[in-house]
Nanobody, 126 residues
Framework: LVQLVESGGGSVQAGGSLRLSCVAT????????MGWFRQVPGQERQAVAG????????DYIDSAKGRFSIAADNAKNAVTLQMNSLKPEDTGIYYC???????????????????WGQGTQVTVSS
């Protein structure tokens, strides 16, 4: 059974950094694409970053560009999200998601994903 295990969330002051990790277990096959999504109360789940596992090409939501960096750790079958210069608006529950197979233009849509982590809380205070 494929599971995505997340860690690294926490509370930090504005301007600080956090490093989220998502480790895929229960499969010998690499995901095609993995992403990080943020859920804020009252808002829809929103992609913040994604990465093609083999090719390494990345996607970022505009607000994350220049501050967040997503990377694949193939040795550990994991994906990390380095978040720097955090802002209060980055607060939310961060979910790791993975998809296998063909990756399409809707790769940053939550509906494209078959597997999700349990979420890790990120709180940024001013």
């Amino acid at each position: 059974l494929v599971q995505l295990v997340e860690s690294g969330g926490g509370s930090v002051q504005a301007g600080g950094s956090l490093r989220l990790s998502c480790v895929a277990t229960g499969t010998v096959y690499r995901a095609s694409y993995m992403g990080w999504f943020r859920q804020v109360p009252g808002q829809e789940r929103q992609a913040v970053a994604g990465i093609y596992i083999q090719g390494g090409s990345t996607d970022y939501i505009d607000s994350a560009k220049g501050r967040f960096s997503i990377a694949a750790d193939n040795a550990k079958n994991a994906v990390t999200l380095q978040m720097n210069s955090l802002k209060p608006e980055d607060t939310g529950i961060y979910y790791c998601a993975a998809q296998w197979g063909t990756v399409g233009a809707e790769r940053l849509s939550p509906t494209s994903y078959s597997h999700w982590g349990q979420g890790t809380q990120v709180t940024v205070s001013s």
